[in-house]
């Protein structure tokens, strides 16, 4: 299968920031790709280059599509002074420009010039490729299916809420039937009717696909590869078989390391000891023979000598293997409890009526130990707000919080107070001793690597911002977690790790979470925030087997 996509030792950066480091991907005509990685890890940066809307610093980009390319960019809202029938005619234009060049070509094909019934060919390929005769009613379908289907279409974009303006960009890109398609996160502010029409679509197209994207149901159901941007080593990684095969290599690649390590490990044992290996231990109880003692002396000399040189090159090898060990992968994340670790059922949180002016309407919650809630809604309705008053760091306006035990909350941005300290010391912030102390507890997590402790704090990604206050949040045992879409800014591989870790965790929980893979695993209560109310009516949910 021809490639149709390409990157060559490409190297980007931004002023003396590397985001990408001489990376080489290929994508095949037809492929659907995703890209993954944690917010900040240079995603964007590497569709961007794709669709030509940037230029590597170094290497270069091929791409071989006649058919066009379609580009949708996470944040690149639409001129608010076109209507919605501009915003259209625009994604439309090149297929409008080829259609009148064909209507112009039409009278001169029966002359003498081979070239003007060339032209009329190659555009005709082109035109069909692209869908061109079905162009209008495709736009139609997409803007129905995307919940546009009522939208005045002299409306000013300006006048459409940014979910709105998001969903008829989708719509408009998707409709001009380009023969290569690079998605930024187009699965932001679409309900699961529109996912799901999306992911039909997407797997019904011909030409290549590729989609930025966290969803791991969209994900999963999508791409057929993965390539996964390495934001701390500015690198990518091809994943086959799609989402399953990228879960399967992850694992796989975790027991190789096991082995590396327990390999390592053996090898040094062995060579310690035999580097303290005596010639007594090489041969124990030689006796004299014929009593000649000169040439006992002289055996034993060169017993001495190979004893002494088995273990020099001992020591020589254990050196090399101790300058360069193979650590032990990381342990699993996990959370620990205090009050909960010995199966205590009281009540761990209780709020009642508390209500936040504009935001937030009295809102009850009673949590014990071992529960956990899940609250789910729409942008804006209120959820960032309750669980900032549940953790005591906004003052309700009304109510009252009762709280028992120690609290862990995962905001939904973190914030950076002090942005020139370094990782090392944010880590160790609060606790006792010197930062040094907390080093192999930092580096234990498998979060971030020795080279980077010492990176400020505003230097770092939000991925990587988001990492530290998890790594924060695993070191130290909390009684009560809230996690405010905890799955946002991390690599899809941690956000399983996490997930798994929430499995685990004795304590009480309470998530907010669009992410539609959590809400399918959840076993536990659901509940929905709509206008700042937390709805009464709850369900308890429980993953299939």
């Not at 390409?6 to 995703?34: F, M, P, Q, W």
């Not at 803007?143 to 279409?153: F, I, N, P, T």
């Not at 999508?222 to 941007?229: G, H």
């Not at 000598?305 to 020591?315: K, L």
């Amino acid at each position: 299968m021809p490639t149709q996509l390409s990157l060559h030792a490409v190297t980007k950066r931004y002023a003396d920031r590397t985001v990408l480091d001489a990376v080489n991907c290929a994508i095949a005509d037809g492929e659907r790709t995703a890209i993954i990685g944690e917010n900040g890890s240079g995603k964007s940066t590497l569709l961007r280059l794709l669709a030509g809307r940037e230029r590597p610093d170094e290497g270069r980009v091929t791409v071989v599509a006649d058919g066009g390319v379609g580009y949708l960019g996470q944040d690149a809202p639409l001129p608010g002074y076109l209507t919605v029938r501009q915003a259209v005619d625009d994604a439309l234009a090149e297929l409008r420009r080829i259609e009148a060049r064909l209507r112009e070509l039409e009278p001169l094909l029966g002359g003498d010039d081979d070239r003007h019934l060339t032209e009329y060919a190659d555009l005709t390929t082109v035109f069909e490729l692209r869908g061109g005769y079905d162009a209008d009613a495709r736009v139609e379908r997409s803007l129905h299916a995307l919940g546009l289907a009522g939208l005045d279409r002299n409306r000013r974009l300006g006048e459409l809420s940014g979910g709105e303006q998001a969903r008829l960009h989708l719509a408009s890109v998707l409709s001009a039937g380009t023969e290569v398609l690079l998605l930024d996160e187009p699965t932001n502010h679409l309900d699961d009717d529109s996912l799901s029409w999306l992911e039909e679509h997407l797997r019904g197209r011909r030409g290549s696909t590729v989609v930025v994207s966290h969803d791991r149901v969209f994900l999963d159901r999508v791409a057929d590869t993965l390539l996964e941007v390495d934001g701390d080593r500015h690198t990518l990684v091809r994943y086959g078989d799609g989402y399953p095969g990228f879960l399967a290599e992850k694992a796989a690649a975790r027991q190789r390391w096991a082995q590396a390590h327990l390999a390592w490990r053996t090898e040094v044992d062995r060579l310690r000891e035999t580097a303290a290996t005596t010639a007594r231990q090489v041969a124990p109880g030689r006796e004299m023979k014929d009593r000649n003692k000169m040439a006992y002396d002289r055996n034993a000399g060169r017993v001495q000598q190979s004893v002494a040189s088995r273990v020099r090159n001992a020591e020589q090898r254990l050196r090399r293997l101790t300058e360069r060990p193979v650590p032990p992968p990381p342990s699993p994340l996990r959370f620990t409890a205090s009050l909960a670790s010995g199966g205590t059922t009281g009540v761990l949180l209780d709020a009642d009526g508390v209500a936040v002016d504009g935001r937030l309407h009295e809102a009850r919650l009673t949590l014990r130990s071992g529960e956990r809630l899940l609250i789910s809604g729409a942008n804006g309705a209120g959820k960032s707000t309750l669980l900032r008053v549940l953790a005591g760091e906004l003052v309700p306006g009304a109510g009252r919080v009762v709280r028992r035990g120690r609290i862990g909350h995962l905001p939904q941005d973190v914030g950076v107070e002090r942005p020139r300290e370094p990782l090392l010391s944010a880590f160790a912030r609060g606790r006792a001793g010197p930062p040094e102390e907390q080093l192999d507890r930092l580096l234990a997590l498998g979060l971030f690597d020795r080279g980077q402790l010492g990176v400020a704090v505003g230097d770092l990604s939000t991925g990587q911002r988001q990492r530290l206050a998890l790594a924060r949040l695993v070191s130290e045992p909390v009684d009560l977690l809230l996690l405010d879409e905890p799955t946002n800014h991390l690599s899809p591989g941690l956000v399983e790790e996490l997930e798994a870790a929430l499995v685990e965790y004795p304590g009480a929980v309470v998530v907010v979470s669009h992410d539609r893979r959590l809400r399918e695993r959840w076993r536990g209560e659901h509940r929905v925030m709509v206008g700042g109310v937390l709805c009464p009516e709850s369900l308890n949910v429980t993953a299939p087997d």
